[in-house]
């Protein structure tokens, strides 16, 4: 058999296209196709033939026609004309081909037919699309059914928008719980639109409950992001009066719920719930003392503590179920109901919260007192931010033991420093639900009594911060302070407060009672209105924004306009695309206050969706806008837009951070703080160290603060340098006061929480969590009113790992981390000795002084020789028992340190004696280190920090307990979960890896 010879031209077959038989014409086209890319530019003269073939409708193999004028036309360069035809093709172009050919007009195929999609579904315009393009890409979602490649199916399918062929490829799935699981993280990271978000998590819901085994703890979270509350209940409720297992799984939804912290969802969720029978009045009270039962100063007074709460536990529920109306709710589902419920408002997790902070507090006072000493008490600025870090220091630890120590110097703090140095004991105390009313007595507004408005207005801040998410029994309180009083020092305090403890609620009458304030037109009491407004109605998208925009509009004050743009921003959290309206209103405002409340609005309403469009606009207003505060705001908020791709933060503002403008450097400083925050990024790092010695000293402040968030619970190999120039500025009295301010902060928020907390930004299911997203945004306007700088305290959640059982009481749990103790062991305390050095100067030494200590040396030396001389002629009768009696004083001397190895005393003493020379060879022979272990077991509760999960495992005889509560910051937070060894859910730990 002959090899087939490759045709040196295609002239002969061209030739036979202009013969009036079909069969040669069909002959041609079989043999041009075979060789079409190797002749395609002698095939482009004759185009015009071949295309007339395809639009011949009598010719049979016009669709061969159309795939050769396809590919000709490719090589052209003209891939729309190639596509075209392509489609024309019909079978004859093969979607499975790997060429370069097919794939590029795939490529080109499925472009097209995603923009005709979008404008379709999402922009509602009338489009035309191509019956043939339609069939290529279903021709493409079975040809990645057919492979198993269904992770590709499901994102065609989503980005064309496509549920119906979404429901094809789960039900094709071989499976399908992988690929549902799949479908929902790229619907919340990837989809866009926020209405057809909606659309696919309702069908999703649908084809989670069809499954053999409903993911309950996947649906519920779909439920809270489409507010179907009732629908939750349903399923709650259901689990309750299930099994065993069904009841862990509805606490482990329960935990979920409150950790995205969306207070009115889970209101909804809780009246919707079962009623529980009113326990009588003695047994509320029993059960209030045990449960408000902060952590104590000691251990015997926590124990005790602890004891009444269990004590009174079991009597409530006896009560509770022969109470009046006890027939609504079985008896035996009383009990499981109470804790449901415990859980759901935010008892129980905040309970175990405080518990852990306050027993596994490691903050460092030393550092504190060094800072102290370092400054300036009469300096305001940096007295106040020394109070700021001692409160992030200790925040939820409810120790506040350095301000009793230094009480006057604390009394130093006057007018609104003394307003944030009360406001700061709420973020000492925060979580204290029960008793925080009572820890802030003191400062607190009282009838008849007189103090000073700075404490009583810090005091209601205070208390907000407290109850920040959780203020339900707090707000009857703070909107009384706020009616009863006319001064705008305290209003300014209850607005803040009242607008924490009531976050998100968009309750009507609290809202009038601010607008009230507000209508006042005081510049104190009206900021922190509009801020207060905000909060309340935070993440609505509420009509009554426009309300505040007309007022902004008709007032004078600036830091009113400026409180109710941060106000307006508050109430577009991730509202996406309804916010637009809005932001092109305010963002062609010729106020500059206004703009910059654009950008706040632009970040925050896009917050960690990466949107092209979004991150477009900011760039643009970066660099065009006049004024220097919107273009700093610009800049800042394009790292809440990218909070969910951290990685590309650091790339985007690169340029931005080597601006000539410094306003622009301190806002690529924050944005990379902000996205960053916590994950301890390479890149985010190189470029913040780059900036701490940048020539303005704000920029400093920024970067300082911006690499402190990021480098939040890292190893302290990685830390240590930063604390060490942090200290470097701090104690430098060169410094400006604004950068030595930033270093204080950043020295605090390094170590908050005692060095248990770090900025969380997302819930353990991965979905960012309001309350610190909001508090990272409120926080950001200490730039201009230094009291707002207490909100970072709201972004702060525990590195914690806590099991629970099915009682809800932590057991102890033993847990292996298969990595050196020392890469994630608590920072060393700073000692007093290495504190002086850091603040050692060296003094000046006179000639003359150096002079006369040399001269007596040299008399000491030779009065030494002199004395040496004299014992020498004395004592020669004696000089072989001094010579074994001198070390055997040295022997006796030492410590029994030497003696605690392996070696006996007597062993001991004989090789002293036996080795004259051992002082100096032991100092010279360098000591062997101990081979540190690579792996070490944990106790929980303990720490765990993002970076360490990985590395922690189960032991491999499973664990009898049943619950399993764990705080992560990033990677999982204040979520339960379940591993039993009945029903095998180990999955606790790989899920949040």
Known sequence: MTAAVMPSSAAGLLTLLQEENDELKHYALIHLNKVVHEFWYQISSYIGSVEALYEDDEFRDRELAALIASKVFYHLGELDSALTYALGAGSHFNVDEQSEYVQTLIARCLDQYFELRVKQVEQKEQVDIDPRLVSMVERMLNRCCEHAQFEQAVGVALEGRRLDKLEEVVSRSNDQAATLSYAL????????????????????????????????????????FLDDAPEVAKILTKLINGSGDDVLLAYQIAFDLVDNELQSFITKVQEQLPKIPEPPPAAVSGAADGAAAPPAADGDTATAMDTDAAAAAPATAADAIGAPGASEVAPELVDKLTKLQDILSGKTPIALTLEFLYHHNKADLQILKNIKGAVDARVSVSHSATILANALMHAGTSIDAFLRENLEWLSRATNWAKFSATAGLGVIHRGQLQQGKALMAPYLPRDGHTGSPYSEGGALYALGLITANHGAAMQQFLVESLRNSSNPIIQHGACLGLGLAALGTNDDEIFEDMKNVLYTDDAVAGEAAGIGMGLLCCGTGSDKAQEMLAYAHDTQHEKIIRGLAMGLALISYGIEEAADTLIEQMSREQDPIL???????????????GNNAAVQRLLHF?????????????VLCLGFVLMGAPEQCPKIVLLLAESFNPHMRYGAAMAVGLACAGTGLREAVSLLEGMLNDNTDFVRQGASIALALVLGQQPESVVEPFRKKLMKSITNKHEEVMARMGSIMAAGILDTGGRNTNIGLRSGSGYFRRTSVVGLAVFTGYWYWYPLSYFLSLSLAPTALIGLDKHLKPPK?????????SLFAYPPP??????????????????TTARAKERQKKKDAEKQKQEAAAAGKDGKADAGAMDVDQPKAEADSKPAAAADGAASTADASKDAVGDKAAPSSDKDKPKEKEKEPSSFTMTAPCRVVPHQVKHVSFPPSGCQCCLLFVECVH??????????????FMWALQRSI
């Open 185 to 224: 993280r790229v619907c919340q990271q990837l989809v866009v639109n926020r209405d057809f978000r909606q659309q696919v998590l309702r069908m999703l819901i649908r084809l989670y409950e069809d499954t053999f085994e409903p993911q309950y703890v996947v649906i519920c979270q779909c439920l809270m």
């Open 595 to 609: 703009r910059y409340g654009a950008m706040y609005v632009l970040g925050l309403a896009y917050r960690g969706t």
């Open 622 to 634: 970066a660099v065009t806008d006049v004024s220097d505060d919107v273009r700093r705001a610009a």
């Open 813 to 821: 749990v033993q847990l292996a981390c298969n990595a050196r103790p």
């Open 830 to 847: 700073v000692t007093t000795e290495a504190s002086k050095e850091v603040t050692k100067v060296e003094k000046a030494v006179l000639s």
């Open 971 to 984: 990677l999982f937070v204040s979520v339960a979960y379940l591993f039993g060894t009945g029903r095998g």
